[in-house]
């Protein structure tokens, strides 16, 4: 059985910055696509960033310049280091993964996923 489960949530002001980590308990975690997502209160749940197998990236347009994702395939761990963070980024923060390979383009979609983790808080105060 698959498990990610992910760290790093907290609370911040605005233009803070947290770091939020992701463990992969499998082997092949290398093989894997990988995304963060997140859901506010009364919302869907979104894509915020995502990576392929070859660590091709996708951002939420919401994120780009501001968020970024990364794989250390050593510690089988993803991160998302958020920067500049503002009051609309609070939402639970999901990790999740695919065990197959997938269009760069399918990956800030839930449905692409079939492992998730339990969720990391986030949240900004203006």
């Known amino acids: 059985q698959v498990q990610l489960v992910e760290s790093g949530g907290g609370s911040v002001q605005a233009g803070g910055s947290l770091r939020l980590s992701c463990v992969l308990s499998r082997y092949t975690y290398s093989e894997y696509c990988m995304g963060w997502f997140r859901q506010a209160p009364g919302k869907e749940r979104e894509g915020v960033a995502a990576?392929?197998?070859?660590?091709?990236?996708r951002y939420a347009d919401s994120v780009k310049g501001r968020f970024t994702i990364s794989r250390d395939n050593a510690k089988n761990t993803l991160y998302l280091q958020m920067n500049s963070l503002k009051p609309e980024d609070t939402a639970m923060y999901y990790c999740?993964?695919?065990?197959?390979?997938?269009?760069?383009?399918?990956?800030?979609?839930?449905?692409?996923?079939?492992?998730w983790g339990q969720g990391t808080q986030v949240t900004v105060s203006a």
């Open positions: 999740a993964a695919r065990d197959r390979w997938a269009d760069l383009w399918r990956l800030l979609s839930p449905s692409t996923y079939n492992y």
């Open positions: 990576l392929d197998s070859d660590a091709n990236t």
